[in-house]
């Protein structure tokens, strides 16, 4: 029997193939997403969904980028050289005071990405020790001084149980840490890591056991693009959601690319995912209980003078995300 036929059966196979391939780069929707900071293990879903393909498989062609802070990522949003931001409670004040995006999805509960860290040889061991001492934040207002309040009241031990001293975050915080200007110091949980790891730090304890009811992160878009591209909003979600949904399942590979997307050790980022993947959530929904804790961390800190509605800082209208 001639193998003519079969030939071209594979061919045409191949062929289309091929054009499906041209139909659906052409088919992808451009969306410029950012992280408000680099090195955050809760932001590793982006670099999953990019690598494995999972964002193009819903129509998304996504370039990752990172800012300095949710300051800096409100700026470029707002100029509209960014669709997509990943941020956390600042972006949400910033809505409430009228900036030009909205939150979509929350993608992060309680504050276990945040660690409460003290230097290796302290004579810190448990929480109780900590009472009286001088705990680093990053900044007045922000969600590791509010954190850092938290924990005396956690504690029973009055607001002044504490005392909270702002340092700046990352190499500032670790040399007040190094130097025992400080006792303990908030910071994220990688870099409280990479501190054990270097056997220069430890951590005391994660800050979902001062705040277990929160959202710590979540997925921010432009009103405008909400208001006329919708569905670009919706792929970017089920693209998202669908990479937390590849990385509960496929530990390796998630670590692999995490590991170079946060130029962490393989073994941090390990720790990282025990860790933190709970954290993450499946379908974007707001906790509305969290969602009150947020509202009343503003009041707390004297950055609003009333709790914004939910209108004025998100919208549910893409929720619960189903990919």
Do not use: C
Not at 51 to 56: M, P, R, S
Request: glycine share 8%; hydrophobic share 45%.
């Amino acid at each position: 029997m001639s193998s003519t036929p079969l030939l071209l059966s594979r061919y045409a196979v191949a062929m289309a193939a091929a054009l499906l391939s041209v139909s659906t780069a052409e088919a992808a929707v451009q969306v410029r997403a950012a992280e408000s900071v680099p090195g955050q293990f809760s932001f590793v879903p982006l670099d999953v969904g990019a690598k494995q393909g999972i964002f193009a498989k819903y129509g998304v062609d996504v370039t990752i980028t990172s800012f300095t802070g949710d300051a800096k990522l409100q700026e470029g949003m707002a100029s509209n050289s960014i669709d997509i931001g990943l941020g956390g409670r600042r972006t949400i004040k910033n809505s409430a005071k009228g900036a030009p995006v909205l939150a979509v999805a929350a993608t992060a509960g309680a504050p276990s990405d945040i660690a409460l860290a003290v230097k290796a040889d302290s004579p810190i061991k448990t929480i109780a020790d900590l009472r009286g001492k001088r705990v680093a934040v990053s900044t007045v207002g922000s969600l590791t001084d509010w954190l850092g309040h938290q924990i005396p009241l956690h504690e029973g031990w009055g607001p002044s149980g504490v005392n909270v001293v702002p340092t700046g975050a990352g190499s500032a915080m670790s040399a007040a840490l190094m130097t025992g200007s400080i006792d303990a110091g908030i910071t994220t949980t990688g870099a409280a890591l990479v501190m054990e790891e270097k056997h220069e730090g430890r951590i005391l304890a994660t800050m979902d056991k001062f705040e277990p009811r929160f959202i710590t992160h979540v997925i921010f878009a432009r009103r405008d693009l909400i208001a006329q591209h919708p569905e670009t909003v919706e792929a970017f979600l089920k693209g998202f959601f669908a990479s937390i949904a590849f990385m509960r399942s496929h530990k390796a590979e998630s670590v692999s690319i995490a590991t170079e997307a946060l130029h962490q050790s393989r073994q941090v980022v390990e720790k990282s995912y025990d860790l933190l993947m709970p954290q993450m959530l499946d379908d974007g929904q707001f906790d509305p209980v969290a969602l009150k804790t947020i509202k009343s961390s503003f009041i707390d800190m004297n950055i609003l003078k009333s709790p914004p509605s939910d209108d004025e800082i998100l919208t549910r209208k893409f929720l619960p995300v189903k990919y």
